[in-house]
């Protein structure tokens, strides 16, 4: 698609840098910081249209804390989280807390360059007004398509229940809630947590 190259990347990536060579060789701008807290604080990012890429690992302040400066600062740019333990119930639990504290222009992925290329796409439409290309239709078919047990299940796992928790819940083995999961992922048509999730809270944005 053609890009936005006006729009800069502000990429909190932690101590574990992110290659950033593929975002540059698409035209973008990158600005990189360490923690969130730096970014906060770099007064140069002021007024400049951008996307928020955050690694989950390297926010730097509880999650609440960082919630509370965003909206504190009227924060209104595309938000990109990436995890490379999308599975985690408390990287899960994370991104449910940007979307429940009123972030809606939220994109969550695992962590790997064509996704988070996707993802910029993605949020370079949010940010011109564009409808998400969700392919309604599908993945509403997907999500009717459950049974009652699997949308019990899938609610679980969208709030960060670990498939323990799930099974203790509902009297059943984990081994159960694992092939209920699957049965889901096959279902929704996804490989991961990562877009299950971000399938999950576009469409209940819908």
């Known amino acids: ?15 574990k840098q992110t290659d ?31 996307i928020l890429v955050i ?4 926010i730097g302040y509880s999650i609440d804390e960082t919630l509370h400066k965003l909206i504190d600062s009227g924060f209104n740019l595309p938000i990109i989280l990436m995890s490379s333990k999308t599975n985690y119930p408390s ?8 979307w429940d504290a009123g972030f809606k222009c939220i994109t969550f992925i695992s962590k790997s360059h064509d996704k988070l290329l996707a993802a910029i796409d993605r949020s370079i439409n949010h940010y011109n007004g564009k409808k998400s290309a969700l392919g309604f239709e599908s993945v509403d078919y997907g999500f009717k398509s459950l049974s009652d047990r699997e949308v019990e299940i899938l609610e679980d796992v969208m709030v960060g229940e670990p498939s323990n928790n799930i099974a203790l819940n509902f009297g059943i083995s984990v081994k159960t809630v ?5 049965r889901i992922n096959a279902k929704m048509r996804v490989d991961d947590v990562a877009d ?3 399938m999950y809270l576009d469409y209940h944005a819908l």
Do not use: Q, W
């Open 20 to 50: 950033i060579t593929p975002i540059k060789e698409e035209g973008f701008k990158v600005e990189e910081y360490t923690t969130c807290m730096e970014y906060f604080y770099d007064k140069n990012k002021h007024d400049i249209p951008g």
């Open 55 to 58: 690694d989950v690992s390297a």
């Open 178 to 182: 694992e092939a209920h999961r699957s």
């Open 196 to 198: 299950l999730l971000h």
């Open 91 to 98: 990287t899960i639990k994370t991104v449910r807390g940007f």
């Open 1 to 15: 698609m053609s890009r936005d190259k006006k729009l800069a990347i502000f990429l909190v990536h932690g101590k």
